[in-house]
Nanobody, 115 residues
Framework: QVQLVESGGGLVQPGGSLRLSCAASGSIFSIYAMGWYRQAPGKQRELVARITSGGSTNYADSMKGRFTISRDNAKNTVYLQMNSLKPEDTAVYYC?????????WGQGTQVTVSS
């Protein structure tokens, strides 16, 4: 089983920046993609960004130009750099790991954008 440990969440002012990290460990093989999803209170979980095994990236339209997903293969770590944060970005952010068996999820890290 793959374990995902997220870090970097917290409280940030509107317009500020935050960088999330997700370190993967365990039985890592046949990776299809890793990504970030978020879930605000009372709302469905939604895609933020993902990166495939080939390095291709895609973003939700509302995140494009503000958020950047990247990876460090040597550290088995994926990052999410978030800039120009808005109050509506407030949510629990989850790291995902996708292989042929399905999807594994991290525990989530809270991001709160408020003055």
């Amino acid at each position: 089983q793959v374990q995902l440990v997220e870090s970097g969440g917290g409280l940030v002012q509107p317009g500020g920046s935050l960088r999330l990290s997700c370190a993967a460990s365990g039985s890592i093989f046949s990776i299809y993609a890793m990504g970030w999803y978020r879930q605000a209170p009372g709302k469905q979980r939604e895609l933020v960004a993902r990166i495939t095994s080939g390095g291709s990236t895609n973003y939700a339209d509302s995140m494009k130009g503000r958020f950047t997903i990247s990876r460090d293969n040597a550290k088995n770590t994926v990052y999410l750099q978030m800039n120009s944060l808005k109050p509506e970005d407030t949510a629990v952010y989850y790291c995902s790991y996708n292989d042929y068996l399905g999807v594994s999820w991290g525990q989530g890290t809270q991001v709160t954008v408020s003055s």
